[in-house]
């Protein structure tokens, strides 16, 4: 059975540690811009943390897009093979999702190579918002999340500098217990 | 010894007068004796600072300073320090805050920055990797913090880089000022926005992409995946990212101690209203962590209805709720989120503004000060409107805010009737804990180098637990070990919140320091490091003219007994406190006037420190 790595923005915190073990296990050094998952996040209102991994495509835009044929699926994941690279980012342009990175100290880009099948990323997330999941379950989250933010879905009105706007939002799961400390 | 790691070993100097930058290799000695972090910090200070400095003049300088084990793979490893002579309190001050800024001036290549000077018009720091430039700020003039740190990402054209920026209040050097990053996190205390704002200095903006040094990062690796394993195993670990800090409103109210109407009660009959419960069901749309943190205690917030929706802001914590909340009467959620977002687009400190708030309405109230003094606006408790006039005006310099924006001196300056008001130490407006209950508390504030502020000890939980049976003496020793111990995070670089609050054992930073450095290190010897830069900000502070008479608790603390709550009745015993600071300093090692004597101060290895000291005892 194939799993694929799949992403629940609204659990992430931004906390970027899957940033930090990847870079780690895949490059050997502490730097996070040298991983193969990037959170986004994005400040003016409300936050949004999106952390971005490669969905190993079945039909992949960067393998169609490279020129010399550098990018070959494998069991399912996508690589890039570096002796035949050339770095001319096509494909790092042609991702629909930007999960191919590139850094000065790196000559090849590099994108998710779902570490052999035990991806750290998820297997670190402190907030469970990266899952490796079966494929045919991928996609279950985001329908259950969609059905229920339909479900939940609120608006709010708000004037900004005298203009109305409106934000909307999902219920979010709430819970409470207690505990004492600073 | 030298370090194979944990440190570049570069410090960036900016002079803004001159309009020039060049780094600084440090040596290893420096790196190793002082950590980094704020002991980086005030021992820069120390170095640059003249003994006439004004905190506002292009001469004082403002050292920004992560620590050696900022950024690297830790948990919680995302704090920075800012250090400096404050303007609130003519004395030294720092504040810190978490996120990713200072990382990223690691990843650009600098352990710390120091920035000196004034520059000829409102201007900011580029800083990208090795190329540093200062460019000009007119533009954002009068922009509210958040909205310049999203408008510098877009017009330097990258989501990636990471800003700290001051708001209008630190443009007009209000003494309550502060440094703000990644979208709401603040340096809030000592005013350390002011000190930017007289350097003309609006925003610091970077793009860091380098590695960070690391000795032995199999042995950090291994180390940390057991941390991080251990924490998410604690029992409170899932809670903890559910409410962060906001449960300790109903921790705070319960035990007696949450500022209650300016400090004059320490119970709140509304706290119930005001709670993370509240916050976590009615107003919570996502959850925000510092660097590398698993607990992400920040809870974003949205205001859904009512005259203040569409309000969303991250935060507020413990502190902001009770001082915006109980403190100035309110009990209506929104409105602290409202007032929170406020303080954090302009650039105003929650604590300090809440605290100068609230006096206000008790001299109000009392008829201490007329209706003219505060601009016809009659003051009443939660009244949430002229609340958030008052923010605005502090900000903005407006009015009574104008003489609210000068802090705690400028307050008792034009108003001497208010000083019994006003729960300060130094100047600095006293934290979110009443210390009528815990002398141990009351010592923390009283001794803090900065002044009221919890974060130097925090010996309060310990000592409710303890009940009455110690002695003096193991309470003061108390209050040194917090104040050895958590000034070592800031050090460091991370915080401290992990060993706080889900037990998470102090020698892992042992552990962590000397897999980053590749030297071996005990938690002792980095604890006596700690101790030697308590010595050494109490000796700046000395050299400022501080003396005995200013290690005092707030007088509320003695005058004025609580009212309701578990503890009514209880305030502190004056000749009691005297008898704990006279063993405090005997245990500290200084002398009966609060001086480190020299044989403390050979001891931590600040010889050069001994003649300023000998000046001061001479009288000089
Ligand atoms: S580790 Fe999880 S919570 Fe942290 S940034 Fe990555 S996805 Fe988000
Ligand atoms: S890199 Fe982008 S295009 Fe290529 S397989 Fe991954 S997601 Fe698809």
Known sequence: MRKKLTVIPERCSGCRVCELVCAISHTGVNNPKKANIRVISLYPHPVIKMPIVCEQCKKPKCRDACPTDAIVKNDGVVTILEDRCVSCHACVNACPIGAIFVHEDIEIPFKCDMCGGKPKCAESCPKKAILYVPEHTQGQAHRLGAALKYANMQEVEYYEHGVKKKLRYAEIETGGTRGDSE | ?620
């Open chain 2, 1 to 620: 010894m030298s370090p194979e790691g944990g440190y570049h070993k570069k410090i960036l100097h900016v002079d803004l007068t001159e309009c020039k930058t060049h780094v600084e290799t440090v040596s290893d000695e420096f790196a190793l004796k002082y950590i980094g972090g704020r002991g980086w910090g005030a021992r820069l200070v120390w170095e640059h600072m003249k003994d006439d400095v004004n905190p506002l003049g292009p001469d004082n300088i403002i050292v920004i300073a992560p620590g050696p084990l900022s950024g690297l793979y830790l948990p919680a490893a995302g704090k920075t320090s800012f250090c400096s002579i404050s303007p609130a309190t003519g004395i030294y001050g720092d504040s810190n805050l978490g996120g990713m800024f200072g990382v990223e001036l690691r990843m650009a290549g600098f352990d710390a920055a120091i920035i000196k000077g004034k520059a000829p018009e409102l201007s900011y720091l580029w800083i990208d990797d090795d190329d540093v430039q200062i460019k000009s700020a007119v533009k954002y003039m009068n922009m509210g913090s958040i909205e310049t740190e999203h408008q510098l990402r877009e017009d330097i054209g990258d989501e990636t880089v990471k800003v700290a920026t001051i708001g209008p209040a630190g443009e007009n050097m209000v003494k309550m000022a502060c440094i703000t990053a990644d979208w709401g996190r603040n340096a809030g205390r000592t005013g350390m926005g002011a000190v930017l704002g007289s350097k003309n200095l609006k925003a610091i903006a970077i793009r860091g992409t380098k590695d960070l040094p690391v000795a032995d990062l199999p042995s950090l690796t291994r180390i940390s995946d057991k941390a991080f394993k251990k924490l998410k195993q604690h029992n409170l670990f899932e809670f903890w990212q559910r409410q962060g800090l906001m449960s300790v409103i109903d921790y705070a109210n319960a035990s007696g101690i949450i500022p209650t109407h300016n400090f004059m009660d320490a119970h709140f009959d509304k706290a119930e209203e005001i709670n993370g419960d509240v916050m976590e069901l009615n107003y919570k749309i996502g959850d925000s962590a510092c660097y590398s943190c698993p607990m992400a205690c920040s809870n974003v917030n949205l205001v859904k209805d009512g005259k203040y929706a569409g309000t969303v802001i991250e935060g507020p914590e413990y502190e902001t709720a009770a001082m915006f909340g109980s403190n100035v009467g309110i009990s209506d959620f929104d409105a602290i989120l409202r007032a929170n977002y406020l303080c954090d687009e302009y650039g105003v400190d929650t604590i300090s503004s809440g605290s100068l708030i609230s006096v206000m309405i008790e001299a109000y109230e009392k008829g201490m000060v007329s209706l003219e003094d505060l601009d016809g606006v009659a003051l009443k408790w939660g009244d949430d409107d002229a609340i958030m006039d008052l923010i605005r005006k502090i900000a903005l310099r407006e009015g009574v805010g104008d003489t609210l924006a000068d802090g705690v001196y400028g307050v008792i300056k034009r108003w001497p009737q208010l000083a019994p008001l006003i729960s300060h130490v130094k100047g600095l407006e006293q934290s979110a804990y009443d210390a009528r209950i815990a002398i141990t508390m009351a010592l923390g504030y009283a001794t803090s180098d900065i002044g009221a502020h919890h974060a130097r000890a925090w010996p309060i939980a310990k000592e409710l637990e303890m009940g009455g049976n110690w002695s003096l003496e193991e309470k003061a020793d108390l209050v040194i070990y917090h104040q050895t111990v958590r000034p070592l995070f800031d050090m460091l670089g991370v915080c401290r919140l992990p060993w706080i609050e889900l037990g998470f054992d102090e020698n892992t930073y042992a552990e962590f320091y000397s897999a980053a450095t590749g030297i071996e290190f005990t938690l002792d010897e980095l604890l006596k490091r700690s101790d030697a830069v308590y010595n050494l900000t109490r000796a700046i502070n000395i050299r400022l003219g501080l003396s005995r008479v200013d290690d005092k608790p707030p007088e509320r603390v003695f005058n004025d007994p609580i009212k309701t709550g578990p503890h009514a009745g209880k305030a502190l015993n004056r000749e009691e406190f005297e008898r704990i600071l006279d063993i405090y300093y005997q245990r500290r090692g200084w002398d009966n006037d609060g001086i480190p004597t020299n044989e403390t101060l050979k001891e931590n290895g600040l010889e050069d420190v001994i003649e300023y000291m000998e000046q001061r005892r001479a009288g000089k």
